[in-house]
């Protein structure tokens, strides 16, 4: 059948429709972090300006964001590595042995409100002297990725076929090694959803953050605060900062997105 | 070989998180050591660059962290509510923190400290049972700041009372420039309602029991909300300061109400697109029966009575506080707290003039309080900010306007009862 033009026309316009107030805001955070102060708040807005890098250089020189990027790059891996070592066996576990009431009290947790996790915690790690570490922020961060690991990958694991196990362990593989070598393998996309996912809501993780870290594990998210100030609001900076944050996450979800998209559908449609 | 799988997993798991336990705990040096938390307040930011000296002078290292105000407080209630805070000394904002934490018991008393050199009235409100909690660091009070240009233009000079002030708000009000802003957003906004309030005749709080549904409170809140309403910047009902003062720096505002702290914002040029000269700052217009602006110490400094470290902690706060520090402030355009620092002569050639007749004439006869000083403060200025919304969003003519000053003074009443503040 031949492409109608109309239909292609009013196809685009549809796109653009959808796109345009997703893309907005974005667009317009990138432009004003080159901004001066004074371009940011004229009215009319300005689209063509002089592009400055003073706002990042307030981020990067002023206030060293490499050290909180460190802070929050180190919580966040290590805690999605944890959470993957912790939960990748637990899902198959709740998968293979069918532990629904165990996944729901895990479920409990993560719904949960953080907050109130948050005295108890502050509690604990300050009697321990653990304050400021990142072994505190870390266990914390396990709180938000293990049960999404263990949440998007049981499913997961449901659906691949219990033969394919069995095959194995005939051929003498233990459900262990049958498991790491057969299992993980297949279930790369699985896996690669759960550690995208549980990393971005680590990467951006404000609360947690906020009561147990201070000046030496500060992370990013917190750090954005730092140009909010008693009597001005430095937007340029803001801005600088909020890109620097989303970069990362951006990146990642943009080489990883496919896996995430079929990640999440796959258990989605089993019988 | 199950078993030696899950040893050499716990083994893995163990010495990972080694490394970071000994990172929590190795950097624990005899040496005298105090951490004190500061706000990202100018202030904050003028110690940082001088806590060098302090440390090189005393050999004690001090650990700072600063914090956007909000989350200060969360901190600090935090630690201090969990009795496992490691703070020494912190900046504290009286209005809005001082009276839970006195009651609290979490600031140290100050019984050691020279308090001759403040006003009696900024250490009273840090002042429980003749013991005073608090070191007032800076003061702010309203003041008016005006375009020059454009009432010069308007042939109008600057309002000295409310009926001038409403009649240049709307003379002013044209070629998509705003006639006149203040705070608009609910809770935000009380503080800056409070002056009219007061210049009204009305207060928030009288003995103890909330008073916001008085005539003259209500006449306030009506003449603010007629005036944001009629003559204020699209929105105004989502603004607080830090969405004015873009729109006044845009030169989209012919005048503002606000706080005296964020002069050296509006007149600087690489913040703002009117030029330094075009920019006036006036007392607030008179009432029809009042002219009492509130003066207030936004900031001030506290020991944590929690602190194992109560010498180092008093010398910090010593010095932290000290006249010579104070003067610093003020050239670098803090409102400090401190007589002393106001008639220092080196400050008065440089300081703004219009700084310092507002500052002289609110001194003398303004109000030491800008919100309802109460514990539970953040519930009350929620309340207060739904009357102040609902008079901006009917411009001032809304018909259930008493009705609702009514319900929310007794949301409030129950607040101080609840509190136990009730009739105090």
Redesign the interface.
Known sequence: MKKNPVHSILFLLTLALIIIPILFPFIWMLMSSFK???D????PPKFVFTPVMQNYERVFIEQDFLHYMKNSLIVSVVSVF?SL?LGLPAAYSIARYKQKKLSIFILIARLMPGISF??PW??VF??L????????L?LSHMLIALPLVVWVMSPYFDSVPRELEEAAMVDGL?Q?SAFVKILLPLSGPGIVTATTLSFIFSWNNFMFS??LS??KTRTLP?AV??F??????D?GAVMAAAVTIMAPAIILTMFFQKYVVKGLTMGAVKG | MKKRNVLVVMLVLVSLALPMFAQGTSDQAPKQEIRVLLANHPYGELLKTKIPEFEAKTGIKVNYESLQESQLTNKLTTEFATKSSTVDVFMTRPLQEGLMFIKNGWYEGLTKYDFSDYPSNSVDIGRKNNVAYIVPLVTEWQVLYYRKDLLQKAGLSVPTTFVELEAAAKALNKDGVAGFASRGKGAAAVTQLSSYVYNFGGRYLENGKAVFDSPEALEATRFYGRLLGNYGPQGVTSMSWENVMPVFQAGKVAMWTDASVFYGQIVDPSKTSIPASDIGVAQLPKGPKGDSPFIVVSWGMAMSSASKNKSAAQQFLDWATSKELAVEGMLSNITMARDSAWANAEVRKVMNPGLVATQAHAAKNGYPYDRPFMSSVGQARDLIGEVIIESINTKGTSTRLAALAQEKVKAVDELLKTDGEYGL
Do not use: P
Not at chain 1, 40 to 43: A, P, Q, Y
Not at chain 1, 131 to 136: L, N, P, T, V
């Open positions: 001066t102060q004074v940011i708040i004229s009215w944890f070592v948050l005295m502050y509690i300050s009697r002297r653990l304050m400021d570490s990142y072994i505190a870390i233990t262990q906020q009561v201070q000046q917190i605060y730092n909010l100030s008693y009597v001005e609001v937007w």
